[in-house]
């Protein structure tokens, strides 16, 4: 089992960038793949992007390719999503996703057959 804690959410102006992490405890954080997934007021809760479980492979929504960059530190079980270039369609709750993958496979993109889920943060992005 994992637990997830997200930080680095805040308040931002569009064209600007910021650094969500999400610390994961227990001692088999590199069995897991990792993801991020938002959720904006009103709307379903979305992938994002995903990496695997050595960061080898990584899986983005159109939405935000180009702009978001996932990676991961297993040596200190955390995980990143560095966001530039945001608009104020990226205003979402942020969630951090884990759950046990197999090889090099990364999480699949529906929410709804993840096992584990950060609190998450919250990102707003002001035009």
């Known amino acids: 089992q994992v637990q997830l804690v997200e930080s680095g959410g805040g308040l931002v102006q569009a064209g600007g960038s910021l650094r969500l992490s999400c610390a994961a405890s227990?001692?088999?954080?590199?069995?897991?793949?990792m993801g991020w997934f938002r959720q904006a007021p009103g709307k379903e809760r979305e992938f994002v992007a995903t990496l695997s479980r050595s960061g080898g492979r990584s899986d983005y929504a159109d939405s935000v390719k180009g702009r978001f960059t996932i990676s991961r530190d297993n040596a200190k079980n955390m995980i990143y999503l560095q966001m530039n270039s945001l608009t104020p369609e990226d205003t979402a709750v942020y969630y951090c996703?884990?759950?046990?993958?197999?090889?090099?496979?990364?999480?699949?993109?529906?929410?709804?057959?993840?096992?584990?889920w950060g609190k998450g943060t919250l990102v707003t992005v002001s035009s």
């Open positions: 227990g001692r088999t954080f590199s069995s897991y793949g």
């Open positions: 996703a884990a759950d046990l993958v197999f090889g090099t496979s990364t999480l699949p993109r529906s929410p709804r057959v993840i096992n584990y």
